[in-house]
């Protein structure tokens, strides 16, 4: 890889602590970074370059997955970092930081490649690109890259003034936007059990496929994030972005090439195909929204959502959302995905499940033991793997049918040598290859589907659903299925609640 100065605006914050220190750190451990390279913080806060180098191997030795970290190699890790105080909206501080990349540039041959990382809250997104260059920072002949984070915009119209702002100084080839489920291993893998196995691309399409379910659940609430939440709530948190994705690496045709542009123009036509709700009856039909209130988990009672600090007492914000979601194309006509993510749900879990159309009716199914569909399951996060439900015949028995399942656990089996998401797209961002960044025309086309949901829920907060902290949610969520002759299928093949993660390590796993 070649050489670079690493820039992270916002070193003294939570994304920076729990995500980038560590991903260096692991990239450095695998050879990744080699040593031509420098990673300067910046954030308002004073530090020194000790006092930053320490908070830095507090977060690794926190957060990272190779804990152990050896001394000689901190020191030589630790030495390719430093910390400026610099407040974005002072230019003066640009220029300065102008001054510190020369001496570092020359210090750590990069060749003048800068990449800069903006782990920082979007209002100041815009600010910091025109400051670079106001600062002289863009002004090598080196490459220049610019990687930030979600939530790109609030809707179609402030995404369209911030990515109007950010062109004004970076190229779409040189801005990279995150949406770390592209980094996750499973999500990647999806593109390629799809088109890398005989037996499941000829089945993948409305003719065998019934229906489609991607679960984003989280046991957390809103943590110490409330005053963001509260003004984003679940479906531009976690709809706009991470469950889209999810439906495009599902649904999207094979690329003809494995180029970066080439898949993300076949991401893109499923956001074109996606059926736009008409109006707030059609959204209330397919969409269910919900908030948690006061409930339980293990014994622990957990406070209602309007309780959580930084959360207004009377919000109307959605902590989960259901929808139905319908991509109308010749391979997906009449095959339903149906999406639900939330806060305060018994699991953390992220999973699609394909369920498979019954075959026809033949003498099995006239058997007295009922066929249960076959299911491919991606298990995404925070287990990793590949689980498939078929049928076969009970051994022993006079023809009795029971379900098997055939599971993969990719964490069993690699455990921490699996990159972390942000590690991927780290090391992906400094390769110059953008296939796992979200391009304009998909936020552009993600936000316009996203925005006649919430334009809906502005009408009337009357179909906001209560549901207790640690429950599955609204039952009206289950109805979106049960209304198509389907069900949510349990997480993992067990019964909802409690899974138990020991035992489904210790199932069976295919080399
Ligand atoms: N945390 C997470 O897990 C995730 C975060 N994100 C996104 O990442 C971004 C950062 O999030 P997070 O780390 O949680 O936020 P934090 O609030 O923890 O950190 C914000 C950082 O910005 C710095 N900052 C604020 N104002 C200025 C300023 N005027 N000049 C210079 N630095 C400034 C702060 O430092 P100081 O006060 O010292 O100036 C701090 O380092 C956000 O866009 C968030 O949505 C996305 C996904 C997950
Ligand atoms: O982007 C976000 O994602 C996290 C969930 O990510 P995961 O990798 O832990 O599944 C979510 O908690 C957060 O609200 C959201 O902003």
Redesign the pocket.
């Known amino acids: 890889m070649s050489g670079a100065v690493y820039y992270i ?11 980038l220190f560590p991903a260096f750190y692991s990239l450095y451990r695998e050879g990744k970074l080699g040593e031509n390279f420098a990673v300067v913080g ?4 004073p530090r020194t370059n000790e006092q930053f180098r320490d908070d830095v191997k507090h977060s690794i030795q926190d957060f990272a997955r190779y804990k152990k970290v050896d001394d000689a190699e901190w020191e030589r890790f630790a030495s390719h970092f430093e910390y400026m105080s ?4 002072n230019v003066a501080g640009f220029h300065e930081l102008n001054v510190l990349t020369a001496r570092l540039d020359d210090k750590f041959q990069t060749g003048g490649n800068r990449l800069f990382y ?5 209002e ?1 997104f815009g600010n910091v690109s025109l400051n670079l260059k106001e600062g002289g920072l863009l002004n090598t002949t080196g490459w220049h890259r610019l990687v930030i ?3 790109f915009g609030y809707d179609l119209p402030s995404a369209q003034r911030l990515n109007e702002q950010l062109r004004q100084v970076f190229e779409e080839k040189d801005i990279y936007r ?1 949406d ?1 489920y592209l980094g996750k291993e499973m999500v990647q893998n999806i593109e390629f059990v799809r088109f890398a196995n005989a037996f499941f691309e000829p089945l993948w399409n409305n003719k065998y496929i019934a229906n489609i379910q991607i679960t984003l659940s989280e046991t957390v609430g809103v943590e110490e ?1 409330g005053g ?1 939440y509260d003004h984003s709530g679940a479906l531009r948190d976690m709809g706009q972005n991470h469950m889209l994705q999810m439906i495009m690496m599902m649904a999207m045709e094979p690329p003809s090439r494995l180029n970066p542009e080439d898949i993300r123009d076949e991401k893109v036509k499923v956001l074109r195909s996606l059926r736009l709700f008409e109006d707030g009856e059609d959204v209330r039909a397919n969409v269910v929204r919900g908030q948690y209130i006061e409930g339980s988990s293990k014994g622990k009672v957990l406070p209602a959502y309007r309780e959580e600090d930084n959360v207004n007492p009377q919000s109307t914000t959605e902590t989960y959302f259901a929808a139905r979601v319908h991509v109308d194309n010749f391979r997906w006509a009449g095959v339903p995905f149906y999406i639900r993510t939330g806060k305060r749900l018994p699991l953390k879990t992220t999973e699609v499940v394909v369920e498979f159309k019954n075959i026809p009716n033949n003498v099995y199914l006239a058997s007295k033991h009922q066929m249960e569909p076959n299911l491919l399951v991606f298990r995404v996060n925070p287990m990793e793997g590949i689980y498939l439900k078929m049928n076969a015949k009970q051994p022993g028995s006079e023809g009795v049918i029971v379900p098997i399942a055939m599971d993969f656990c990719q964490s069993c089996q690699i455990g921490i040598n699996t990159p972390e998401a942000y590690e991927r797209l780290l090391y992906d961002a400094a390769r110059g290859d953008s296939t796992y960044f979200t391009r304009w025309d998909e936020v552009a086309l993600a936000w316009e589907y996203v925005d006649r949901i919430a334009a809906a829920w502005r009408e009337t907060s009357q179909d906001l659903k209560q549901y207790p902290a640690g429950s599955w949610g609204p039952e009206a969520a289950s109805k979106l299925l049960s209304d198509d002759g389907f069900k949510w299928w349990p997480i993992n093949g067990q019964n909802e609640g409690e899974v138990d993660w020991d035992a489904v390590q210790k199932t069976t796993v295919l080399a």
């Open positions: 605006f916002g070193a003294t914050g939570d994304l920076a602590k729990r995500k910046l954030a308002r806060r610099l407040d974005i909206n903006l782990a920082l809250a979007p100041l984070e979600k939530p995150i770390h994030r963001y």
